[in-house]
């Protein structure tokens, strides 16, 4: 009976912990990158969204130290690579480090998890704090994303410019027992060359199935696969 009790209370302080999650925010300045460089006079003057989508959602935030809360109206700043939350006409990024969010969306036309998630093995100009859209999740391998909008300047007439947010990306696989995160190349030829230092399984899929890199379908497919 005693043994009962005390698995209870565990339960009931382990729950108020999670109930006790506050999400604090600091206001998103939408003219700065991720780094606070690339000042821009007003946002406005900006044609387009720096953010992931124009509609805001509710959704689930884990935070870098394994506690998670539920948020409403989340989204992600591409400009910034922030994760963000509004709360009436402000926005705001997340004070406290953030590892994941994850909120049920429409993407490209289609209704979508969308999970943005940090940690992930630096990479090129890319450290562990950048962010990527998971578009195949799993324990071995997953499919990453990296989104970004970058602002485009752009002369109509003599002297008058206009600027205008345009979103590009690229792909990445990460290797869970490698350790390894790495950007997919756009040929078959070169995928082989990239996996070289990769787990066997994943060498001996591509060189079976032959998928094509540039094709996202037949990468998470892939992933799907060395994932069972």
């Given at each position: 009976?005693?043994?009962?009790?005390?698995?209870?209370?565990?339960?009931?302080?382990?729950?108020?912990?999670?109930a006790?999650?506050?999400?604090?925010?600091?206001?998103?300045?939408?003219?700065t990158?991720?780094?606070?460089?690339?000042?821009?006079?007003?946002?406005?003057?900006?044609?387009?969204s720096?953010?992931?989508?124009?509609?805001?959602?509710?959704?689930?935030v884990?935070?870098?130290?394994?506690?998670?809360?539920?948020s409403?109206?989340?989204?992600?700043?591409?400009?910034?690579?922030?994760?963000?939350?509004?709360?009436g006409?402000?926005?705001?990024?997340?004070?406290?480090?953030?590892?994941?969010?994850?909120?049920?969306?429409?993407?490209?036309?289609?209704?979508?998890?969308?999970?943005?998630r940090?940690?992930?093995?630096?990479?090129?100009?890319?450290?562990?704090?950048?962010?990527?859209?998971?578009?195949?999740?799993?324990?071995?391998?997953?499919?990453?994303?990296?989104?970004?909008?970058?602002v485009?300047?752009?002369?109509?007439?003599?002297?008058?410019?206009?600027?205008?947010?345009?979103?590009?990306?690229?792909?990445?696989?990460y290797?869970?027992?490698?350790?390894?995160?790495?950007?997919?190349?756009?040929?078959?030829?070169?995928?082989?060359?990239?996996?070289?230092?990769?787990?066997?399984?994943?060498?001996?899929?591509?060189?079976?199935?032959?998928?094509?890199?540039?094709d996202?379908?037949?990468?998470?497919?892939?992933?799907?696969?060395?994932?069972?």
């Amino acid at each position: 009976m005693k043994n009962t009790w005390f698995l209870f209370l565990c339960l009931l302080f382990s729950a108020s912990l999670v109930a006790q999650v506050k999400i604090v925010g600091v206001q998103a300045v939408l003219a700065t990158d991720r780094d606070g460089r690339g000042m821009i006079m007003s946002a406005k003057e900006i044609q387009g969204s720096p953010y992931v989508g124009e509609n805001w959602y509710d959704g689930t935030v884990v935070y870098s130290n394994g506690l998670s809360a539920k948020s409403g109206q989340l989204n992600f700043d591409l400009y910034s690579n922030k994760p963000a939350f509004r709360e009436g006409d402000a926005y705001f990024h997340f004070r406290d480090p953030v590892r994941e969010i994850r909120y049920e969306a429409e993407f490209n036309g289609k209704p979508k998890t969308m999970i943005f998630r940090n940690e992930y093995p630096a990479v090129g100009n890319q450290d562990k704090t950048f962010y990527y859209r998971v578009e195949e999740d799993g324990p071995k391998f997953q499919l990453l994303q990296l989104l970004e909008k970058v602002v485009y300047q752009e002369m109509v007439t003599i002297a008058v410019y206009e600027k205008k947010f345009v979103q590009q990306d690229d792909w990445y696989l990460y290797d869970a027992a490698a350790g390894k995160l790495i950007k997919l190349p756009r040929s078959k030829k070169e995928l082989a060359q990239a996996v070289s230092g990769l787990s066997p399984a994943l060498g001996e899929y591509i060189k079976s199935k032959n998928p094509n890199p540039k094709d996202a379908e037949s990468m998470a497919a892939m992933v799907k696969a060395l994932n069972q």
